[in-house]
């Protein structure tokens, strides 16, 4: 199989009364190139801590972590930061929109900040508004954050993680806290975007409902793996 990502014996630690307390006790895992992945598990079950480390956000106390073939703890943190803003996208359960920019300006503002297609200014609005093409958004990307719905407001997320067009996104219970039915919507759009974009999705929930649609599907309980 080509892995976009994966991990070996992941763990991490926190110094907790004069203890270890293992957030994450020794995670392998992977995620398929264009595939959509989803790491399910309740609230405490480390979903956040492995994918903070998986998205070079955090360093695991042991471990190894590949990223298109590159051992991510091993590299500068020049390079971790470098491979962050070019080749991953981030959606989080806040999607953290800059409240005084419209849904086209969140999404260029997020591309610049990447320094991808900074060279070619039409380009860039060219792809920003295409990728809000993509999420359903065409008619409402001169709107403000606070004009659009939760659904509105996480769909412009995805469509600022997806712009720079990164290899893949790290989704953080980005459903959570929307209506299922909403809920479903901003999944497709994951699935849509794989087949149009050809990028890896690495989600979190803990919702059942969305285990179906996942290409493949871990269980993460109290730090560890139990399927998958």
Not at 171 to 185: H, K, S, V
């Amino acid at each position: 199989m080509d892995h976009c990502i994966s991990c070996k014996n992941i763990k991490r630690g926190f110094p907790m009364a004069g203890q270890t307390f293992w957030a994450i006790g020794g995670v392998t895992l992977s995620a398929e190139r264009g595939r959509l992945t989803i790491l399910r598990g309740r609230s405490g079950s480390g979903k956040t801590t492995l994918i903070n480390i998986l998205g070079a956000l955090d360093y695991p106390t042991e471990g190894e972590i590949f990223f298109d073939g590159r051992e991510l703890q091993k590299l500068s943190e020049g390079a971790r930061d470098v491979i962050r803003r070019e080749q991953m996208g981030f959606v989080f359960q806040s999607v953290a929109l800059v409240s005084m920019m419209t849904a086209y300006e969140n999404v260029e503002f997020g591309m610049r900040i990447s320094g991808r297609f900074n060279k070619n200014i039409s380009e860039r609005k060219k792809r920003a508004e295409r990728m809000l093409g993509l999420v359903g958004l065409t008619q409402r990307m001169k709107h403000l954050p606070q004009e659009l719905s939760g659904g509105e407001q996480q769909r412009v997320a995805i469509a600022r993680a997806i712009a720079h067009n990164p290899k893949i996104i790290f989704a953080d219970e980005p459903t959570a806290e929307l209506d299922t039915n909403t809920g479903l919507q901003v999944v497709k759009i994951f699935k849509d975007l794989i087949e149009s974009e050809g990028v890896t999705v690495l989600m979190t929930t803990h919702d059942p409902g969305f285990l179906e649609i996942a290409d493949k599907v871990y269980e993460l309980e109290d730090g560890v793996l139990t399927d998958g």
